[in-house]
């Protein structure tokens, strides 16, 4: 088992930074791939971006790439996801997910889920 904790969250504006952060616990949160997703009211869960357990692969959405960075400390069981030049259509609850049986971007394969934090962007 896994289990994940999202915190970082908040209200900004647009054009602020914002770091999320998501804990691990488990024994094996620090050999698969993590993943951050997002949802907003109404919409699909959407792919954000993922990293390898490595970290040196990491896969991002075009609608944030260049804007976000992925990145986790192993030695801590710690993912981040850095969030710079925020827009409005970043706001959603982001989640923190672990372990895809399949493709990183598809959150059906996500065996593991944090309980989400909330991120809104206003103008």
């Known amino acids: 088992q896994v289990r994940l904790v999202e915190s970082g969250g908040g209200l900004v504006q647009a054009g602020d930074s914002l770091t999320l952060s998501c804990a691990a616990s488990g024994r094996t949160s620090s050999s698969v791939v993590m993943g951050w997703f997002r949802q907003a009211p109404g919409k699909e869960r959407e792919f954000v971006a993922a990293i390898s357990w490595s970290g040196t692969s990491k896969w991002y959405a075009e609608s944030v790439k260049g804007r976000f960075t992925i990145s986790r400390v192993n030695a801590k069981n710690t993912v981040f996801l850095q969030m710079n030049s925020l827009k409005r259509e970043d706001t959603a609850g982001y989640y923190c997910?672990?372990?895809?049986?399949?493709?990183?971007?598809?959150?059906?394969?996500?065996?593991?889920w944090g309980q989400g934090t909330q991120v809104t962007v206003s103008s």
């Open positions: 997910a672990a372990d895809p049986g399949g493709d990183y971007n598809d959150y059906t394969t996500y065996a593991y």
